[in-house]
């Protein structure tokens, strides 16, 4: 019986609900981890990383960067879309084959069907970057369901509910995991606890990347 085991390894684990309309796929991109971080590597090598600013004037844990149509930026005036990256006013880069393929994969699999992103946020977290809880509102397109992809090094994250005093759950979130969330918990609040120090991946070191996939329009 030694081919049994393998197949049991290769069964991808049922999605696991972690509220009405949202779904933990653990391991759903571990076979292609290896490209999106590469393809990754090639966004942030046209469009650096950068620690934004918020309108309230604090530098953001997480550095980030975006790939698409619409990047999402942040400064003194306030949360928005851009066609082009602030630091050169040129487009983004393009969202790469295997992110657009892998969002909507993901989405078909929580339930959302035909998911064709126009924005790609990447975060990096560093030992003690964190994102405190927010919604994600920016957006006009509000049926669209939030992708959110998790690269490298393990990390705690919390998802409450549909205002702030509802208790967050958390669930550690590792490399390789996709959280889909849309309709009933579109604007549900969540965000991560600070990257821990002992954190680790062997592709990534210390570091998390978490991309975020929106239909913006
Ligand atoms: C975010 O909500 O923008 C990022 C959450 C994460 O890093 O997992
Ligand atoms: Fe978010």
């Avoid at 990047?71 to 084959?97: C, F, I, K, M, N």
Wanted: hydrophobic share 35%; proline share 9%.
């Amino acid at each position: 019986m030694a081919g049994t085991l393998d197949l049991f390894e290769h069964q991808p684990e049922p999605p696991q609900p972690l509220a009405e309309g949202a779904w933990l796929l653990r391991g759903f991109v571990l076979d292609d981890a290896e490209q999106l971080l590469t393809d990754l590597q090639q966004v942030a090598a046209r469009a650096p990383f950068r620690h934004q600013v918020t309108p309230g004037g604090y530098s953001m844990s997480a550095a980030m960067t975006s790939c698409g149509d619409l990047g999402w930026v942040t400064d003194r005036h306030g949360y928005r879309y851009s066609p082009t990256d602030p630091l050169d006013d040129q487009p983004w880069p393009a969202l790469p084959e295997s992110f657009k393929q892998l969002a909507a994969r993901a989405a078909e699999r929580a339930g959302y069907p035909g998911f064709a992103p126009q924005s790609c946020l990447i975060n990096r977290y560093e030992t003690g970057a964190r994102m405190a809880l927010h919604q994600d509102k920016d957006e006009q397109d509000l049926f669209a369901p939030i992708v959110s992809v998790s690269l490298g090094a393990p990390i705690s994250f919390m998802f409450g509910g549909p205002t702030r005093s509802h208790q967050p759950v958390r669930w550690k979130i590792e490399h390789g995991d996709v959280l889909v969330w849309g309709g009933p918990s579109r604007l549900f609040f969540h965000g991560v606890a600070p990257l821990g120090k002992r954190a680790d991946h062997p592709l990534t070191g210390s570091v998390r990347y978490n991309l975020t996939f929106r239909k913006v329009r």
